[in-house]
């Protein structure tokens, strides 16, 4: 990131709860305080601790680059669009019990 003002730019804020922001605001503060290297340390950090509140934040300020590594790392690991398609629509529909 060359500048501050390029770290503050979020493209995508569809669906970041409290909770998301609450991070960003952490992200933002220790980039404003302390540098680069302390914003890298606190994305290392929230990564370890909240694997998937990282990657939506991210994706907050690089969706098509998140959109991207997650459909590279799909393929690699042999899963396709259709796969995920059909995976989503088992998973919403009602589960039918048998008595």
């Known amino acids: 990131m060359a500048n501050k003002e390029e770290f503050s730019d979020i493209v995508d804020t569809i669906g970041l709860t409290d909770a998301d922001w609450a991070e960003i605001n952490k992200l933002r503060q220790a980039y404003e305080t302390d540098g680069p290297k302390a914003l890298s340390k606190a994305i290392a950090e929230l990564a370890n601790n ?3 509140r990282c990657l939506t934040i991210m ?3 690089f969706p098509d680059m998140v959109r ?3 459909r590279d790392n799909m393929a690699e690991a042999g899963i396709t669009e259709q796969d995920l398609r059909e995976l989503i629509r088992k ?3 009602p589960s039918i019990k048998t008595h």
């Open 59 to 61: 994706a907050a300020f």
């Open 68 to 70: 991207e590594q997650t």
């Open 91 to 93: 998973l919403q529909s």
């Open 50 to 52: 909240d694997a998937i």
